[in-house]
């Protein structure tokens, strides 16, 4: 399977590197993306990125990213900026937090996804500052926390959304288990 990881800047570029062992992995920097880049690979990967405004206030990183989320054919997953990045992209609301949030937090299944049900949980590794808080209607909820909705869905799509740092993997921590699992279901 070939990947594209769409670096915004993230400082875990190598964690999620190794999250993709065994897949062909070509990284491009944020800057650097063409529209049909869209069309080259089987699936897309929007990084987390720490130095960027919040979306709603950044045309620099909009512009393409935001084009290639509507148009791509692949599944995309979106991490932590990539996760709001779509939220932005479908007319959602993203919220500041007050503060950065750099630890290992809960999160409650809302739906159904891959082997997990409603209610359960699990930790992850969250580093932001800013959440998505509320979705557009073509996005569905699949899990949160108490800082907001922690997965992200496109209806009728294969895109999805993290706000947590799955690359962020401890012995605590199970995002990346799910990102794994997400990835293995595209494969099917």
């Given amino acids: 399977m070939k990947v594209l990881i769409i670096d915004n800047h993230t400082d875990f570029l190598e964690p ?3 999250l993709l062992d065994g897949f062909e992995i070509h990284v491009k920097f944020y800057t650097d993306l063409v529209i049909e880049d869209k069309d ?3 699936l897309i990967i929007l990084s987390g990125g720490y130095d960027h405004a919040p979306v ?9 990213e935001t084009q290639i989320i509507h148009q791509a054919k692949v599944p995309l997953i979106g991490i932590c900026y990539g996760c709001q990045m779509i939220a932005y992209t479908y007319l959602s609301s993203i919220s500041f937090l007050g503060e950065k949030v750099y630890k290992i937090k809960d999160i409650t299944f809302s739906k159904d996804f891959l082997d997990y049900k409603i209610g359960d949980k699990i930790k992850v590794k969250e580093s932001h500052r800013y959440s ?3 979705l557009g209607g073509d ?6 926390s108490e800082n907001g909705i922690e997965i992200i869905k496109v ?3 294969e ?9 962020q993997e401890t012995k605590e921590t ?3 288990e799910i990102f794994i699992k997400l990835l293995n279901s595209f494969k099917k």
């Fill in 155 to 157: 209806k009728d799509k």
């Fill in 16 to 18: 999620l590197k190794s």
């Fill in 132 to 134: 998505v808080t509320t």
């Fill in 159 to 167: 895109v999805y959304g993290f706000q947590f740092h799955p690359e």
């Fill in 56 to 64: 709603y206030e950044n045309p620099i990183v909009n512009k393409v």
């Fill in 139 to 144: 996005l569905e909820e699949i899990a949160n």
């Fill in 40 to 42: 080259n690979y089987d």
């Fill in 174 to 176: 199970g995002g990346d």
